[in-house]
């Protein structure tokens, strides 16, 4: 048909812009067109750049210490070839790999929310997942090694410790999601703080929180977020008593606290990693506006 319609459009002199062939039916999906594949669990770069907080000491004996162009490079990256303190001396071996790590501090070291600053010191040493690095040679006393996998950057005194992979939990039908759940009567916790220090989040947020492995946690496992209205201790933005009266648009018969009301859930995340007693979870689902200090618990 398509050829048909060529040679016509050649007899009467047409240009070949012009002359379109007919489109395919409506509807219809071209046999070369690539179909969508359904997201199953995290990704790679999700799961190995998440950071975590842990209140056990890290390991920290392996260094990275320099690097080719030192001279003027102050960060190192994918591609780069670095050099860390241990070789020979230390079993270290040509092909080996490490994944790059780095203790973070909050720079404005603002608490948001009442008990934030005490939570996060209770679930330890926060740290930023910079990448990972392959040994491509080995002297006596240090080593060379590229970086094979970027997160952040890395720097002089980052810490190096034998790479463990991260498994990729798998996520749950988001239509089971339940917007009226009822108590899990499992662990609560709350949001503690995001990803690079963020105070507000929604779906595909990172968050770390502050329940763990000493409260059952286990990745994988989905933590369930919610709010109660009139709490005035979270980050989220409320106005004393508005859950019952608004300023002349109405009023309830008698005054309503955060306990008499029913909870307002958010959303729900899953669990990437765990540590004694923090988790860090991705948000997989949010109907609204989620602050450090909002709830969880493990449904």
């Given at each position: 048909?398509?050829?048909?319609?060529?040679?016509?459009?050649?007899?009467?002199?047409?240009?070949?812009?012009?002359?379109?062939?007919?489109?395919?039916?409506?509807?219809?999906?071209?046999?070369?067109?690539?179909?969508?594949?359904?997201?199953?669990?995290?990704?790679?770069?999700?799961?190995?750049?998440?950071?975590?907080?842990?209140?056990?000491?890290?390991?920290?004996?392996?260094?990275?210490?320099?690097?080719?162009?030192?001279?003027?490079?102050?960060?190192?990256?994918?591609?780069?070839?670095?050099?860390?303190?241990?070789?020979?001396?230390?079993?270290?071996?040509?092909?080996?790999?490490?994944?790059?790590?780095?203790?973070?501090?909050?720079?404005?070291?603002?608490?948001?929310?009442?008990?934030?600053?005490?939570?996060?010191?209770?679930?330890?040493?926060?740290?930023?997942?910079?990448?990972?690095?392959?040994?491509?040679?080995v002297l006596p006393k240090t080593s060379i090694a590229e970086v094979i996998f970027s997160c952040d950057y890395m720097q002089r005194g980052d810490v190096v410790r034998p790479y463990v992979d991260?498994?990729?939990?798998?996520?749950?039908?988001?239509?089971?999601?339940?917007?009226?759940?009822?108590?899990?009567?499992?662990?609560?916790?709350?949001?503690?703080?995001?990803?690079?220090?963020?105070?507000?989040?929604?779906?595909?947020?990172?968050v770390y929180v502050n329940l763990g492995a000493a409260q059952g946690v286990k990745v994988g496992d989905y933590m369930r977020i919610f709010r109660y209205q009139g709490s005035m201790a979270e980050t989220a933005?409320?106005?004393?008593?508005?859950?019952?009266?608004?300023?002349?648009?109405?009023?309830?018969?008698?005054?309503?606290?955060?306990?008499?009301?029913?909870?307002?859930?958010?959303?729900?995340?899953?669990?990437?990693?765990?540590?004694?007693?923090?988790?860090?979870?991705?948000?997989?689902?949010?109907?609204?506006?989620?602050?450090?200090?909002?709830?969880?618990?493990?449904?």
């Amino acid at each position: 048909m398509r050829a048909k319609v060529a040679a016509l459009c050649l007899s009467l002199g047409f240009a070949a812009l012009v002359c379109i062939a007919p489109a395919a039916p409506q509807g219809a999906v071209p046999a070369n067109m690539p179909t969508a594949v359904p997201i199953t669990q995290p990704g790679y770069s999700t799961v190995n750049c998440a950071g975590f907080v842990t209140d056990q000491k890290v390991p920290d004996a392996i260094r990275l210490i320099s690097g080719e162009q030192s001279s003027y490079k102050i960060t190192f990256a994918r591609g780069d070839y670095v050099y860390i303190n241990q070789g020979q001396d230390k079993g270290v071996r040509v092909g080996d790999r490490f994944a790059v790590v780095r203790p973070a501090q909050d720079p404005l070291h603002v608490s948001w929310f009442k008990w934030q600053e005490k939570l996060l010191k209770a679930m330890g040493q926060a740290y930023v997942d910079a990448g990972q690095l392959r040994v491509v040679n080995v002297l006596p006393k240090t080593s060379i090694a590229e970086v094979i996998f970027s997160c952040d950057y890395m720097q002089r005194g980052d810490v190096v410790r034998p790479y463990v992979d991260r498994p990729a939990p798998p996520f749950k039908d988001a239509a089971t999601f339940d917007h009226f759940a009822p108590v899990s009567g499992k662990s609560v916790g709350m949001l503690v703080v995001g990803f690079d220090w963020a105070q507000a989040y929604g779906m595909n947020s990172t968050v770390y929180v502050n329940l763990g492995a000493a409260q059952g946690v286990k990745v994988g496992d989905y933590m369930r977020i919610f709010r109660y209205q009139g709490s005035m201790a979270e980050t989220a933005p409320q106005t004393r008593d508005y859950q019952f009266k608004m300023y002349g648009f109405g009023s309830a018969p008698e005054r309503y606290t955060w306990k008499d009301l029913p909870r307002e859930i958010l959303g729900e995340g899953i669990v990437l990693s765990v540590s004694r007693n923090s988790s860090t979870i991705l948000v997989t689902f949010s109907s609204g506006d989620m602050y450090a200090g909002d709830y969880v618990e493990i449904e």
